[in-house]
């Protein structure tokens, strides 16, 4: 069983590298800036007091906006910065995103240089990228298992939203007992309600 969900799962990420690397730039640019702005007039997202972004890699959704929008709105904005050797991630606070405050990790993740460690308990909206969603808010990540220990220490109220272009969306994501769903999933076209589809 875990062969063929293995399997399952290579197949999935490898058919969303292809079409992440046909979308053009412009796309990619029209695409976030339509997902970011679904995202941030979301409830939760609005009444947030401290909102966990992420620092996007060369084919995800840039959450550029959406920050720029919670440093307005006077919200903490925090990002992970990753331990690769204990293959953990913590939450660290971004007050701008100038390259002057941030730096690339040894993995070219982005991260702050300087700032201070967010208390999970204090996290009231996290967003996570992937690299496929499907309706119940089944998520396929990089492999890695980052977010789903991550969002696993999250208090059961925080709201989690899966965010990525409307391509990433497929039919079923496998999964095991160790991968955790998100409660939205945000694209640049639609905003489904990931958990109330897993409760029917």
Same mark, same amino acid.
């Given at each position: 069983?875990?062969?063929?969900?293995?399997?399952?799962?290579?197949?999935? #990420?490898?058919?969303?590298?292809?079409?992440?690397?046909?979308?053009?730039?412009?796309? #990619?640019?029209?695409?976030?800036?339509?997902?970011?702005?679904?995202?941030?007039?979301?409830?939760?997202?609005?009444?947030?007091?401290?909102?966990?972004?992420?620092?996007?890699?060369?084919?995800?959704?840039?959450?550029?906006?959406?920050?720029?929008?919670?440093?307005?709105?006077?919200?903490?904005?925090?990002?992970?910065?990753?331990?690769?050797?204990?293959?953990?991630?913590?939450?660290?606070?971004?007050?701008?995103?100038?390259? #002057?405050?941030?730096?690339?990790?040894?993995?070219?993740? #982005?991260?702050?240089?300087?700032?201070?460690?967010?208390?999970?308990?204090?996290?009231?909206?996290?967003?996570?990228?992937?690299?496929?969603?499907?309706? !119940?808010?089944?998520?396929?990540?990089?492999?890695?298992?980052?977010?789903? !220990?991550?969002?696993?220490?999250?208090?059961?109220?925080?709201?989690?939203?899966?965010?990525?272009?409307?391509?990433?969306?497929?039919?079923?994501?496998?999964?095991?007992? !160790?991968?955790?769903?998100?409660?939205?999933?945000?694209?640049?076209?639609?905003?489904?309600?990931?958990?109330?589809? !897993?409760?029917?």
């Amino acid at each position: 069983m875990t062969d063929s969900l293995n399997q399952s799962k290579k197949a999935i #990420r490898t058919a969303m590298r292809t079409t992440l690397g046909g979308m053009t730039p412009e796309q #990619r640019t029209s695409a976030a800036a339509a997902a970011c702005q679904r995202l941030t007039a979301l409830e939760p997202f609005v009444h947030a007091t401290t909102v966990m972004l992420y620092m996007p890699l060369a084919n995800e959704v840039d959450v550029t906006a959406a920050a720029l929008k919670c440093f307005r709105a006077g919200q903490t904005v925090c990002v992970p910065k990753v331990d690769w050797e204990r293959k953990d991630m913590h939450p660290v606070e971004v007050t701008s995103l100038d390259d #002057r405050v941030l730096d690339c990790d040894e993995h070219g993740v #982005r991260c702050p240089r300087d700032g201070r460690l967010i208390l999970l308990d204090s996290i009231d909206v996290v967003v996570v990228p992937a690299l496929a969603y499907d309706s !119940r808010g089944n998520r396929l990540g990089r492999g890695g298992g980052y977010y789903d !220990r991550f969002l696993a220490k999250l208090r059961p109220t925080v709201t989690s939203i899966g965010l990525v272009f409307d391509q990433q969306i497929v039919d079923d994501v496998p999964k095991n007992h !160790r991968d955790m769903a998100v409660d939205i999933v945000v694209t640049d076209r639609r905003v489904t309600m990931a958990k109330a589809a !897993r409760a029917k």
